[in-house]
């Protein structure tokens, strides 16, 4: 059993920066593949960012690629989202989610994970 608690999100300006977090509880947080999704009102829930259990492989969406930054500290048993050069489309509800995942798996789709966080909302104004 994993459990998921994110922070970090808020409200920045188009063009801000931003770093999101999710501390995990659990002794085998190392062996699970991580991912952060965000979702808006009346929309489905979309894959920004994976990465392996070991963090030497990750995975963006395409509206994200170039601007946001995945990594994970295992001995914190914490993921992080760095987001920089933010957009107003960016606004949305930010959920980090894990599932068990071992050697370079990733997951890109919300259907793959057994864990979810509460989300933290991100907000960027224009």
């Not at 062996?31 to 960012?49: I, N, T």
């Not at 030497?56 to 946001?68: I, M, Q, W």
Request: glycine share 12%.
């Amino acid at each position: 059993q994993v459990q998921l608690v994110e922070s970090g999100g808020g409200l920045v300006q188009a063009g801000g920066s931003l770093r999101l977090s999710c501390a995990a509880s659990g002794r085998t947080f190392s062996s699970y593949a991580m991912g952060w999704f965000r979702q808006v009102p009346g929309k489905e829930r979309d894959f920004v960012a994976t990465l392996n259990w070991s963090g030497d492989r990750t995975y963006y969406a395409d509206s994200v690629r170039g601007r946001f930054t995945i990594s994970r500290d295992n001995a914190k048993n914490t993921v992080y989202l760095q987001m920089n050069s933010l957009k107003p489309e960016d606004t949305a509800v930010y959920y980090c989610a894990a599932r068990p995942g071992s050697g370079s798996n990733i997951y890109t789709n919300h259907y793959w994970y057994d864990y979810w966080g509460q989300g933290t909302q991100v907000t960027v104004s224009s």
